[in-house]
Protein backbone atom coordinates (compact mmCIF):
# COMPACT_ATOMS: atom_id res chain seq x y z
CA UNK A 1 0.00 0.00 0.00
CA UNK A 2 1.24 3.15 -1.03
CA UNK A 3 1.78 5.78 1.82
CA UNK A 4 -0.28 8.92 2.43
CA UNK A 5 1.00 11.84 1.02
CA UNK A 6 0.20 15.13 2.75
CA UNK A 7 -1.73 17.96 0.76
CA UNK A 8 0.63 20.94 0.62
CA UNK A 9 -1.37 23.07 2.90
CA UNK A 10 -1.10 20.32 5.48
CA UNK A 11 2.13 20.26 4.97
CA UNK A 12 2.83 24.32 5.88
CA UNK A 13 0.74 24.37 8.72
CA UNK A 14 2.68 21.06 10.54
CA UNK A 15 5.74 23.33 9.76
CA UNK A 16 4.40 26.29 11.35
CA UNK A 17 3.78 24.26 14.31
CA UNK A 18 7.08 23.24 14.17
CA UNK A 19 8.63 26.66 13.80
CA UNK A 20 6.50 28.11 16.48
CA UNK A 21 7.69 25.54 19.01
CA UNK A 22 11.05 26.00 18.13
CA UNK A 23 10.76 29.90 18.29
CA UNK A 24 9.52 29.43 21.89
CA UNK A 25 11.99 27.05 22.76
CA UNK A 26 14.84 29.39 21.56
CA UNK A 27 13.43 32.15 23.24
CA UNK A 28 12.53 30.02 26.61
CA UNK A 29 17.01 29.62 26.25
CA UNK A 30 17.40 33.50 26.27
CA UNK A 31 19.15 34.59 29.80
CA UNK A 32 16.69 37.15 31.48
CA UNK A 33 18.07 40.76 32.09
CA UNK A 34 16.58 42.08 35.50
CA UNK A 35 14.66 45.26 34.83
CA UNK A 36 13.71 47.30 38.09
CA UNK A 37 13.38 46.11 41.51
CA UNK A 38 12.04 42.95 40.62
CA UNK A 39 13.35 39.76 41.92
CA UNK A 40 14.63 37.69 38.83
CA UNK A 41 13.00 34.66 39.39
CA UNK A 42 9.77 35.95 39.94
CA UNK A 43 10.32 37.89 36.56
CA UNK A 44 11.96 34.67 34.71
CA UNK A 45 8.53 32.78 35.68
CA UNK A 46 6.61 35.37 34.04
CA UNK A 47 7.96 35.95 30.96
CA UNK A 48 7.95 32.06 30.61
CA UNK A 49 4.78 31.93 31.26
CA UNK A 50 3.21 34.41 28.84
CA UNK A 51 5.57 32.93 26.11
CA UNK A 52 4.24 29.64 26.62
CA UNK A 53 0.41 30.86 26.49
CA UNK A 54 1.38 32.10 23.58
CA UNK A 55 2.95 29.76 21.95
CA UNK A 56 -0.30 27.09 22.79
CA UNK A 57 -2.56 30.15 21.27
CA UNK A 58 -0.65 30.46 18.41
CA UNK A 59 -0.40 26.74 17.52
CA UNK A 60 -4.08 26.62 18.32
CA UNK A 61 -4.59 29.01 15.86
CA UNK A 62 -2.56 27.02 13.01
CA UNK A 63 -4.69 24.19 13.52
CA UNK A 64 -7.88 25.55 13.53
CA UNK A 65 -7.11 27.59 10.49
CA UNK A 66 -5.70 24.68 8.93
CA UNK A 67 -9.24 22.70 9.11
CA UNK A 68 -11.36 25.75 8.64
CA UNK A 69 -9.56 26.09 5.28
CA UNK A 70 -9.49 22.35 4.44
CA UNK A 71 -13.45 21.35 5.40
CA UNK A 72 -14.24 24.35 3.12
CA UNK A 73 -11.88 23.93 -0.31
CA UNK A 74 -12.79 20.71 -0.14
CA UNK A 75 -16.84 21.45 -0.74
CA UNK A 76 -16.54 24.78 -2.59
CA UNK A 77 -16.29 24.14 -5.88
CA UNK A 78 -19.14 21.86 -5.93
CA UNK A 79 -21.13 24.19 -4.09
CA UNK A 80 -20.20 27.55 -3.75
CA UNK A 81 -22.64 29.73 -6.61
CA UNK A 82 -20.82 31.14 -9.20
CA UNK A 83 -23.19 34.28 -9.33
CA UNK A 84 -23.34 36.66 -6.59
CA UNK A 85 -27.30 36.16 -6.16
CA UNK A 86 -29.32 34.20 -3.28
CA UNK A 87 -26.97 31.18 -3.72
CA UNK A 88 -24.01 33.21 -3.06
CA UNK A 89 -25.17 34.65 -0.14
CA UNK A 90 -26.74 31.29 1.34
CA UNK A 91 -23.06 29.88 1.09
CA UNK A 92 -21.55 32.83 2.49
CA UNK A 93 -23.76 32.76 5.83
CA UNK A 94 -23.09 28.62 5.54
CA UNK A 95 -19.52 28.78 5.32
CA UNK A 96 -19.31 31.46 7.55
CA UNK A 97 -21.22 29.09 10.49
CA UNK A 98 -19.35 26.29 9.69
CA UNK A 99 -15.79 27.33 10.80
CA UNK A 100 -17.32 29.57 13.09
CA UNK A 101 -16.25 26.94 16.29
CA UNK A 102 -14.87 23.78 16.44
CA UNK A 103 -17.68 21.96 17.17
CA UNK A 104 -19.56 23.58 14.20
CA UNK A 105 -16.46 22.09 12.08
CA UNK A 106 -17.22 18.88 13.58
CA UNK A 107 -20.18 18.95 12.94
CA UNK A 108 -20.08 19.93 9.25
CA UNK A 109 -16.79 17.62 8.60
CA UNK A 110 -19.96 15.02 9.22
CA UNK A 111 -22.93 16.59 7.22
CA UNK A 112 -21.00 17.75 4.56
CA UNK A 113 -18.01 15.80 4.31
CA UNK A 114 -18.94 12.42 5.67
CA UNK A 115 -15.53 12.40 7.37
CA UNK A 116 -16.44 10.71 10.99
CA UNK A 117 -13.04 9.28 12.00
CA UNK A 118 -12.08 12.16 13.07
CA UNK A 119 -10.90 12.17 16.80
CA UNK A 120 -11.39 15.64 18.28
CA UNK A 121 -11.58 15.02 21.80
CA UNK A 122 -7.68 16.07 22.39
CA UNK A 123 -8.33 19.13 20.42
CA UNK A 124 -11.64 20.05 22.37
CA UNK A 125 -10.15 19.95 25.71
CA UNK A 126 -7.42 22.25 24.53
CA UNK A 127 -9.36 24.78 23.17
CA UNK A 128 -10.05 25.11 26.85
CA UNK A 129 -6.77 25.98 27.61
CA UNK A 130 -6.42 28.21 24.84
CA UNK A 131 -10.35 29.69 25.94
CA UNK A 132 -8.73 30.77 29.30
CA UNK A 133 -5.52 32.00 27.95
CA UNK A 134 -6.96 34.00 25.28
CA UNK A 135 -10.39 35.06 27.36
CA UNK A 136 -9.25 34.81 31.04
CA UNK A 137 -5.39 36.13 30.77
CA UNK A 138 -4.54 32.73 31.84
CA UNK A 139 -7.30 32.10 34.04
CA UNK A 140 -10.25 29.95 33.66
CA UNK A 141 -13.42 32.38 32.55
CA UNK A 142 -16.20 32.97 34.51
CA UNK A 143 -18.53 30.71 31.74
CA UNK A 144 -15.88 27.84 32.34
CA UNK A 145 -16.13 28.39 36.06
CA UNK A 146 -19.76 27.50 35.76
CA UNK A 147 -18.65 23.68 34.27
CA UNK A 148 -15.68 24.03 36.50
CA UNK A 149 -15.50 20.58 37.16
CA UNK A 150 -15.83 19.08 33.27
CA UNK A 151 -13.41 21.79 32.43
CA UNK A 152 -10.34 20.83 35.01
CA UNK A 153 -10.89 17.22 34.18
CA UNK A 154 -11.16 17.29 30.57
CA UNK A 155 -7.88 19.89 30.83
CA UNK A 156 -6.18 16.74 33.62
CA UNK A 157 -6.53 14.14 30.93
CA UNK A 158 -4.03 16.50 28.42
CA UNK A 159 -1.50 16.94 31.34
CA UNK A 160 -2.79 20.06 31.97
CA UNK A 161 -3.36 21.29 35.60
CA UNK A 162 -4.77 24.39 37.05
CA UNK A 163 -3.77 26.24 39.97
CA UNK A 164 -5.81 28.32 41.69
CA UNK A 165 -8.09 28.65 38.09
CA UNK A 166 -4.72 29.39 36.27
CA UNK A 167 -3.31 26.86 33.70
CA UNK A 168 -0.34 25.78 33.80
CA UNK A 169 1.57 25.42 30.53
CA UNK A 170 4.85 23.05 31.02
CA UNK A 171 7.39 22.73 28.70
CA UNK A 172 6.29 19.23 28.18
CA UNK A 173 3.17 20.23 27.57
CA UNK A 174 4.04 21.99 24.59
CA UNK A 175 6.15 19.41 22.57
CA UNK A 176 2.84 17.14 22.86
CA UNK A 177 0.77 19.95 21.84
CA UNK A 178 2.76 20.51 18.57
CA UNK A 179 2.95 16.37 17.99
CA UNK A 180 -0.73 16.02 18.96
CA UNK A 181 -1.45 18.94 16.94
CA UNK A 182 0.22 18.27 13.96
CA UNK A 183 -1.07 14.22 14.17
CA UNK A 184 -4.55 16.37 14.02
CA UNK A 185 -3.77 18.29 10.88
CA UNK A 186 -2.52 15.11 9.57
CA UNK A 187 -5.49 12.87 10.00
CA UNK A 188 -7.94 15.32 9.10
CA UNK A 189 -6.25 15.68 5.51
CA UNK A 190 -5.75 12.47 4.86
CA UNK A 191 -9.21 11.29 6.16
CA UNK A 192 -10.54 13.96 4.03
CA UNK A 193 -8.29 12.95 1.06
CA UNK A 194 -9.44 9.42 1.26
CA UNK A 195 -13.12 9.92 1.93
CA UNK A 196 -15.64 8.52 -0.58
CA UNK A 197 -17.53 11.26 -2.67
CA UNK A 198 -20.81 10.84 -3.30
Known amino acids: MIPY ?8 SCAQI ?6 HLSEA ?6 VGGRRLRAQRHDRTAEQREATLVRIMSITEAFCADRLLTEV ?15 WNTSSTAA ?9 YYKEWLRVTAIDWGYINS ?6 AITHGLGRLTRQQLLKRESNVSKLNS ?19 I ?14 VSMRVRL
Open 5 to 12: VLTEEAEE
Open 18 to 23: RRALAA
Open 29 to 34: RRPVVP
Open 76 to 90: EDDIRPRNQGALAQI
Open 99 to 107: VSSWSNQQK
Open 126 to 131: LAIARN
Open 158 to 176: IDINVIQERIQITEANLRD
Open 178 to 191: ASRCVAHITSVDEK
